[in-house]
């Protein structure tokens, strides 16, 4: 009997074992940005063979106010929310006279009521947690427009507008923000 009652509780065991290993697996939250917040974006383009991506925390607005609210006026806010999101370009690119030469960068916003700019900062990885403006590679206007219809989650787009010419876009509630780029590019330059 008591056997029995052991090859009842191995085979109980042994099927269970069996359940959980087949649920699919959790994936976890980036680090520093709550999952109930949060999901993940990425957005991705090649001009000229060159890819250009972004990868980003797209937090809900949950009827928050964004100005002043998510995106506090006059500071540095990491695009995406708790992390700046992780731009990547295998190309050296042009922003409005900013130049970003080829490599991985994080992007932050500083926005007031009425100017928005885009940070292209050198620091990246867990140490872009913490906004630090000595390491910015430049800061590139945006230019804003009104969206169609309210903008529920963070975007991050990134389109082409030309061979060799692109934007980034940025949408928050009820504005879009802009910034076009285009690939640097020099007749006779070795990488081309």
């Known amino acids: ?3 029995g009652k052991l090859k009842l509780a191995l085979l109980a065991a042994s099927l269970a074992a069996c ?3 087949q649920q699919p697996a959790r994936k976890a939250p980036l680090a520093g940005v709550s999952a109930a917040v949060s999901a993940a974006g990425q957005t991705s383009i090649t001009l000229y063979d060159k890819k250009i991506a972004v990868k980003y925390s797209s937090p809900s ?3 928050r106010k964004v100005l002043g609210g998510i995106v ?3 500071q ?3 695009v995406g929310g708790d992390f700046p999101a992780a731009f990547h370009t295998e190309g050296d690119l042009i922003f409005k006279g900013v130049v970003v030469p080829k490599g991985d960068y ?6 007031d009521a009425d100017k928005w700019q885009l940070i ?4 990246t990885g867990q140490k872009a947690k913490v906004y630090d403006p000595k390491m910015d ?3 590139v206007p945006m230019v804003l427009r009104g969206a169609p219809a309210p903008v529920e989650i963070c975007t991050v787009t990134l389109s082409k507008s030309a061979a060799r010419a692109a934007k980034l876009e940025l949408a928050l509630q009820d504005t879009i923000a802009s910034a076009p780029f285009a690939l640097d590019w020099t007749p006779g330059d070795p990488e081309w």
């Open 72 to 74: 506090p006026l006059k």
């Open 120 to 123: 292209i900062s050198k620091q």
């Open 137 to 139: 590679l430049g800061r």
């Open 1 to 3: 009997m008591r056997q």
């Open 61 to 63: 607005l949950k009827g």
């Open 106 to 111: 994080s992007l932050y916003l500083l926005a």
């Open 76 to 78: 540095a806010w990491p």
């Open 19 to 21: 359940v959980l290993a």
